[in-house]
């Protein structure tokens, strides 16, 4: 049988419907689906297979099976990042919690990149500064001082790449806690602004396409802290040849992608925009690592399910240091290789936002009581901010 033109065309237009219809459900069988994309790019779980019990409800689940469908595509992920892709280059975001500023910046959206930038409450700041105050003096009885380091926003470093109409006000709630804790209830606290304005003359100091500062600035963070602690707290032995370990050049930057891979565009934008070569120390790598060993300490509310990485952690460094205990949130994940050298002991704890107040407390309270440490360095982004209040601390041992 010789097929004519028309009917060869019209064969392996056939084919091809059928091959686009039925590969997905192959692949779906084979268990390659499109989920993996929802719950990384999009963050939602992928719709649920509709349950049809006859024929005539068919129409009525249609809408439901139809977003199925799409959910299981396994060439979601591509189409998904290029979409993002296309609308990251006019300077949109497929994300409401990315926003794409001037020059391809990528900033962490939220309520304090607004004109309107939220504030505290006079009531809302006393009292949660009356609890901070609380907890201060509860550790300073168990031989502990509090030092409070606030990391700023990106945008508040680098306001002139945000979208003009995001760009913030220049009064916020961090300075407002700045100005009242030490001025009014004698909190210290440790404002890092005025020395990365002056480290963005020299270089870049926070990521273009994250939300982070890279390491050399958290290493210029660290050398802050160890002189406010030297200055204010007890003498830190070998100051002068500490500052020198932490005042390094870095000759590249190299690029952390975590708000591009929210997009999912960041190997498009390395494609597009390559690291320089070098040996990998000339690169300030996103992925830094501790050169010690550590021990994970049990802490209430911290389960099994979670990474060791979100665990309490205790290193050893320089037996002359001082006994540390860093509260952190991702911040300060970046300055903790560079305190652990220079510390005894450095107990590190991530801040973990999902906890409620009188659960961070539990944990403040645990690790101290069983570390002993000489000072509380707690690192909080300004994104951050409004969950450094303790909503109560209560002083008795549990």
């Given at each position: 049988m010789v097929l004519s033109r028309k009917q060869f065309a019209l064969l392996l237009e056939g084919l091809?419907?059928?091959?686009?219809?039925?590969?997905?459900?192959?692949?779906?069988?084979?268990?390659?689906?499109?989920?993996?994309?929802?719950?990384?790019?999009?963050?939602?779980?992928?719709?649920?297979?509709?349950?049809?019990?006859?024929?005539?409800?068919?129409?009525?689940?249609?809408?439901?099976?139809?977003?199925?469908?799409?959910?299981?595509?396994?060439?979601?992920?591509?189409?998904?990042?290029?979409?993002?892709?296309?609308?990251?280059?006019?300077?949109e975001s497929g994300r409401p919690k990315v926003l794409v500023g001037d020059e391809d910046w990528m900033f962490?959206?939220?309520?304090?990149?607004?004109?309107?930038?939220?504030?505290f409450a006079a009531e809302e700041l006393e009292a949660g500064a009356q609890a901070l105050l609380a907890r201060q003096q509860w550790l300073q009885q168990h031989g502990t001082q509090y030092l409070l380091f606030v990391a700023p926003n990106k945008g508040t470093i680098y306001p002139e790449y945000l979208p003009f109409w995001r760009r913030p006000a220049e009064f916020g709630r961090m300075d407002q806690i700045l100005d009242a804790l030490p001025n009014q209830?004698?909190?210290?606290?440790?404002?890092?602004?005025?020395?990365?304005?002056?480290?963005?003359?020299?270089g870049l100091v926070y990521l273009k396409h994250d939300v982070h500062w890279n390491t050399r600035t958290a290493r210029m963070a660290t050398r802050l802290?160890?002189?406010?602690?030297?200055?204010?707290?007890?003498?830190?032995?070998?100051?002068?040849?500490?500052?020198?370990?932490?005042?390094?050049?870095?000759?590249?930057?190299?690029?952390?992608q975590g708000l591009a891979e929210m997009l999912g565009i960041d190997r498009?934008?390395?494609?597009?925009?390559?690291?320089p070569k070098g040996t990998p120390e000339d690169f300030d790598s996103p992925k830094i690592r501790f050169?010690?060993?550590?021990?994970?300490?049990?802490?209430?509310?911290?389960?099994?399910?979670?990474?060791?990485?979100?665990?309490?952690?205790?290193f050893h460094g320089n037996p002359d240091g001082p006994v540390v205990f860093l509260f952190t949130d991702s911040f300060?994940?970046?300055?903790?290789?560079?305190?652990?050298?220079?510390?005894?002991?450095?107990?590190?704890?991530?801040?973990?936002?999902?906890?409620?107040?009188?659960?961070?407390?539990?944990?403040?309270?645990?690790?101290?009581?069983?570390?002993?440490?000489?000072?509380?360095?707690?690192?909080?982004?300004?994104?951050?901010?409004?969950?450094?209040?303790?909503?109560?601390?209560?002083?008795t041992p549990r």
């Amino acid at each position: 049988m010789v097929l004519s033109r028309k009917q060869f065309a019209l064969l392996l237009e056939g084919l091809c419907y059928s091959a686009f219809l039925v590969a997905p459900l192959g692949m779906l069988a084979l268990g390659i689906t499109g989920h993996k994309s929802i719950k990384t790019l999009e963050k939602r779980a992928p719709h649920p297979l509709p349950k049809v019990h006859s024929l005539h409800r068919l129409p009525e689940a249609m809408p439901e099976l139809s977003a199925w469908f799409e959910d299981i595509l396994p060439w979601r992920q591509s189409l998904t990042a290029q979409l993002n892709y296309a609308l990251y280059r006019v300077g949109e975001s497929g994300r409401p919690k990315v926003l794409v500023g001037d020059e391809d910046w990528m900033f962490f959206s939220g309520p304090d990149y607004s004109p309107q930038r939220p504030r505290f409450a006079a009531e809302e700041l006393e009292a949660g500064a009356q609890a901070l105050l609380a907890r201060q003096q509860w550790l300073q009885q168990h031989g502990t001082q509090y030092l409070l380091f606030v990391a700023p926003n990106k945008g508040t470093i680098y306001p002139e790449y945000l979208p003009f109409w995001r760009r913030p006000a220049e009064f916020g709630r961090m300075d407002q806690i700045l100005d009242a804790l030490p001025n009014q209830f004698g909190i210290a606290c440790l404002d890092p602004r005025p020395q990365l304005f002056s480290l963005k003359e020299k270089g870049l100091v926070y990521l273009k396409h994250d939300v982070h500062w890279n390491t050399r600035t958290a290493r210029m963070a660290t050398r802050l802290c160890w002189q406010r602690i030297h200055r204010d707290f007890f003498p830190v032995p070998g100051l002068e040849e500490l500052e020198r370990s932490l005042d390094w050049e870095m000759r590249w930057v190299s690029e952390q992608q975590g708000l591009a891979e929210m997009l999912g565009i960041d190997r498009l934008v390395q494609q597009l925009a390559p690291l320089p070569k070098g040996t990998p120390e000339d690169f300030d790598s996103p992925k830094i690592r501790f050169s010690a060993e550590y021990q994970i300490l049990d802490a209430p509310h911290y389960t099994d399910k979670m990474p060791d990485r979100l665990h309490p952690r205790v290193f050893h460094g320089n037996p002359d240091g001082p006994v540390v205990f860093l509260f952190t949130d991702s911040f300060g994940n970046w300055m903790g290789p560079w305190l652990q050298p220079h510390c005894s002991t450095l107990l590190m704890a991530r801040r973990l936002t999902e906890l409620s107040q009188e659960q961070k407390a539990d944990i403040v309270r645990s690790l101290v009581e069983q570390v002993q440490p000489e000072i509380m360095l707690e690192v909080v982004g300004e994104m951050n901010i409004h969950d450094i209040f303790p909503s109560t601390f209560d002083v008795t041992p549990r």
